[in-house]
């Protein structure tokens, strides 16, 4: 195991320290985690669907279960919180597929979640997409689409968007801060992958760059809106 490798771990156990002192795991953390994906669906508020062109969310960040759920994937990395919105996306995205697929000739995509930057993977210790896209793999054994961890990156590091007052702002703070492998996703059909969709800005310019690199067509999926 190299230093940088050690370091990122010890980076990121220091950091769920420093959580569990300052906000301690509440009740509904404990009852997440005993869930199976069937219960955590039915329990959930739902969206209407669609986020944006192209955009699918499937529950609203307004319920306390979910933003519960949302919190503990992107700040602590909780695994078992990870698989339970990976088998919830999974079952979706399947759904979709299955209603999609033939109409557009969107076969064989590439799963890719949306990257942090170096600066933000390095202090937080892990990326909450690359745990559910991972998960969701394990799921998918390889028959529906494939992982592609490395099409996508983030170029540079911005600020964070909670901190962006509107849709315009956010996109400005976003313009040219992704890049794309051209090699891996030329021609081919993408599903992206991200936690929540607000005004949707990040999928927006991850799509941007993923057209720009000649991908054939675009599709996200996020856990919340």
Same mark, same amino acid.
């Given at each position: 195991?190299?230093?940088?490798?050690?370091?990122?771990?010890?980076?990121?156990?220091?950091?769920?320290?420093?959580?569990?002192?300052?906000?301690?795991?509440?009740?509904?953390?404990?009852e997440?985690?005993?869930?199976?994906? #069937?219960?955590?669906?039915? =329990?959930?508020?739902? !969206?209407?669907?669609?986020?944006g062109?192209?955009? %699918?969310?499937?529950?609203?960040? =307004?319920?306390?279960? $979910?933003?519960?759920?949302?919190?503990?994937?992107?700040? +602590?990395?909780?695994?078992?919180?990870?698989?339970?919105?990976?088998?919830?996306?999974?079952?979706?995205?399947?759904?979709?597929?299955?209603?999609?697929?033939?109409?557009?000739?969107?076969?064989?995509?590439l799963?890719?979640? $949306?990257?942090?930057?170096?600066? =933000?993977?390095?202090?937080?210790?892990?990326?909450? #997409?690359?745990?559910v896209?991972?998960?969701?793999?394990?799921?998918?054994?390889?028959?529906?689409?494939?992982?592609?961890?490395?099409?996508?990156?983030? !170029?540079?590091?911005?600020?964070?968007?909670?901190?962006?007052?509107?849709?315009?702002? +956010? $996109?400005?703070?976003?313009?040219g801060?992704?890049?794309?492998?051209?090699a891996?996703?030329?021609?081919?059909? %993408?599903?992206?992958?991200?936690?929540?969709?607000?005004?949707?800005?990040?999928?927006?310019?991850?799509?941007?760059?993923?057209?720009?690199?000649?991908?054939?067509?675009? %599709?996200?999926? !996020?856990?919340?809106?």
């Amino acid at each position: 195991m190299s230093y940088s490798v050690i370091q990122l771990s010890v980076m990121s156990r220091l950091f769920n320290f420093i959580l569990d002192l300052l906000f301690p795991r509440a009740p509904l953390v404990r009852e997440l985690e005993s869930l199976d994906a #069937c219960t955590f669906v039915a =329990r959930a508020e739902k !969206t209407g669907g669609y986020a944006g062109k192209n955009i %699918i969310s499937l529950f609203s960040y =307004r319920d306390p279960l $979910i933003r519960q759920a949302v919190w503990e994937l992107k700040y +602590r990395g909780n695994k078992k919180i990870a698989r339970l919105l990976a088998e919830a996306l999974y079952d979706e995205l399947l759904a979709f597929l299955e209603e999609y697929a033939p109409l557009t000739n969107f076969t064989e995509p590439l799963l890719i979640p $949306i990257p942090l930057s170096r600066k =933000r993977e390095s202090e937080r210790g892990f990326n909450q #997409c690359h745990l559910v896209c991972e998960e969701m793999t394990q799921l998918d054994g390889g028959n529906n689409f494939t992982l592609a961890l490395t099409a996508l990156r983030k !170029t540079k590091d911005t600020p964070s968007q909670t901190k962006a007052e509107n849709k315009e702002f +956010r $996109i400005k703070n976003l313009e040219g801060c992704f890049a794309a492998d051209a090699a891996t996703v030329r021609g081919r059909n %993408i599903i992206l992958i991200d936690d929540v969709a607000t005004t949707g800005a990040t999928l927006f310019e991850a799509r941007r760059a993923l057209r720009k690199a000649e991908a054939r067509k675009v %599709i996200a999926f !996020t856990v919340a809106h």
